[in-house]
């Protein structure tokens, strides 16, 4: 019998070596996290594995996985671990070795394969470990899933049969890059610089490019998993500066920025300013919107208002609801409205047929941006970007708050606001117009300045974001507001970065 994972054990013991680790916290709304060698160990990812496995069963899915792992240095054996307790669970793996996430959900569709396991700690600093999780492709799992894989793994209740079997595909990424090259190299010529911060889609971004005419400046490709610059995360205003000072330095037409597990792309324009990648996904939708009628996106609750009020968008007919943040919620959303697409101010966009197969891979993304310039003839990034209605926005800022405590303070959060509304009373100087509540809140004045605050999914932390249509001063005053009451709560700690 395998024993009931740990919650806690101490390293370098008898222990720590015998028995399983697994801190209930990783289990989050829709992937798991932990930080390696303190929250889990190996035998605690072998639970994983054969809780997982278990949960397939239950699932009545046929009991077939495609696994792979990311770029960092012990990504490989928390990977194999996973697998030992798949097999265990009856499971057949099918192992397509080093990949970025949407390589193993394209594998899900090469391979015919319903289930898949990624081991990936995405754009989380070194340290962390996690695996992205589904059964039902496209799709990966939500709350009801990751609740119940919690509670079989940590009760320990694994149904282990011997079925299982193992296969490695030999050179699976190049079938991954055949489907996405397998179209008409880009007419205009397109000089892009491709950022990967040392991250996994270094080993594949470049070439995929290459092979659809783009002439290619690499940035950081080189596989390095101590991340020595930066941490790969195109959110991060460190990458993005340092795409920036490469786009101006190589008169680049743009600059296409990858997380570390290669399901984001972030965007500098030709004259080296970041756009956020809310406002890259209005571009698109204009640019998409304006082939295929009445078009239908689903965005998530920290991008631009811009999605509902662009002149262009409404013209052309298009449509936009808002949604929870999270790639498992807007993928999911996205394939139940059968929008066109889906778009994700972290960058996560989801493009479904006929641009893609409805998850978030961010060489599509990269292929649609450079594929839009395409449709612009003598126009550059940044006058497309220009020809947007002018809002100013913050990045995404993040204060620390533990897990065990930051969805309590959203819940605070949001009946503060909610009584607020109630009672007349007025934000950063204006009344309320409009409160979404779909994911902790969005506070709307009159004037269309918002903000957000939300409890992020896979970090201890909270997620703030403020935009507004009327200046930078009401910006940074509706961010103001949002901290205020936010520093009221002394659980709340200091920010990654503000504006």
């Not at 697994?22 to 932990?34: I, L, M, N, P, S």
């Not at 397939?56 to 960092?72: A, L, N, P």
């Not at 395409?374 to 913050?394: E, R």
């Not at 969805?407 to 409160?435: M, N, S, W």
């Amino acid at each position: 019998m395998f024993p009931k994972p740990k919650a806690e054990l101490k390293p370098n013991t008898y222990a720590y070596e015998s028995e399983p680790m697994v801190k209930a916290t990783g289990f989050r709304e829709y992937d798991a996290r932990w930080l390696f060698g303190k929250e889990i160990n190996l035998m605690g990812v072998q639970a994983l594995g054969m809780g997982l496995g278990t949960m397939i069963g239950e699932m009545s899915v046929k009991q077939e996985i495609v696994v792979g792992h990311d770029f960092r240095g012990y990504s490989a054996s928390i990977k194999y671990a996973l697998i030992s307790g798949l097999l265990a669970a009856g499971c057949k793996v099918h192992d397509i070795g080093l990949a970025v996430t949407p390589m193993a959900y394209f594998a899900q569709f090469d391979l015919d394969v319903p289930c898949v396991a990624m081991v990936t700690a995405s754009h989380n600093d070194n340290g962390w470990t996690g695996v992205k999780m589904g059964a039902n492709r496209p799709l990966t799992f939500g709350p009801d899933e990751m609740t119940r894989l919690k509670e079989i793994v940590l009760g320990a209740a694994f149904k282990l049969q011997p079925a299982g079997g193992y296969q490695f595909h030999e050179n699976f990424p190049a079938r991954y890059i055949a489907d996405l090259t397998k179209r008409k190299p880009f007419s205009r010529r397109i000089r892009a610089v491709v950022a990967c911060g040392n991250g996994t889609a270094g080993a594949f971004a470049p070439q995929v490019l290459e092979k659809l005419g783009v002439d290619v400046i690499p940035l950081d490709t080189e596989l390095d998993h101590t991340f020595p610059k930066y941490n790969p995360n195109p959110e991060d205003l460190e990458m993005l500066h340092a795409i920036r000072d490469a786009v101006l330095e190589h008169k680049a037409d743009v600059g296409l920025g990858f997380d570390g597990d290669g399901d984001r792309c972030g965007v500098v324009d030709d004259t080296g300013e970041e756009i956020f990648a809310d406002k890259v996904g209005v571009m698109l939708a204009r640019d998409m919107s304006a082939l295929h009628k009445n078009a239908q996106f689903v965005v998530d609750v920290k991008s631009t208002g811009l999605f509902v009020t662009d002149p262009v968008l409404s013209r052309q007919g298009a449509q936009a609801s808002y949604w929870k943040t999270g790639h498992s919620y807007m993928k999911r959303r996205t394939h139940e409205l059968g929008a066109l697409a889906g778009f994700e101010k972290s960058g996560h966009f989801f493009f479904n047929a006929p641009f893609g197969r409805g998850y978030d891979d961010g060489l599509v993304s990269a292929i649609a941006i450079c594929e839009m310039l395409d449709h612009a003839p003598g126009k550059k990034m940044s006058d497309l970007k220009n020809a947007l209605p002018k809002t100013w926005s913050s990045p995404t800022m993040s204060p620390h708050c533990a897990d065990e405590a930051k969805y309590g303070i959203v819940d605070k959060v949001v009946k503060h606001f909610e009584t607020a509304k109630a009672k007349g009373d007025k934000v950063a100087g204006q009344p309320i117009r409009d409160l979404v509540t779909v994911n902790g809140v969005r506070v709307t004045c009159e004037d269309g300045s918002w903000g957000l605050v939300r409890a992020s999914s896979n970090k201890p932390e909270l997620v703030v974001v403020v935009e507004s249509p009327v200046s930078e001063k009401r910006m940074r005053e509706m961010f103001e507001a949002m901290d205020s009451v936010l520093r009221t709560h002394p659980e709340v700690g200091e920010y990654n970065q503000k504006i």
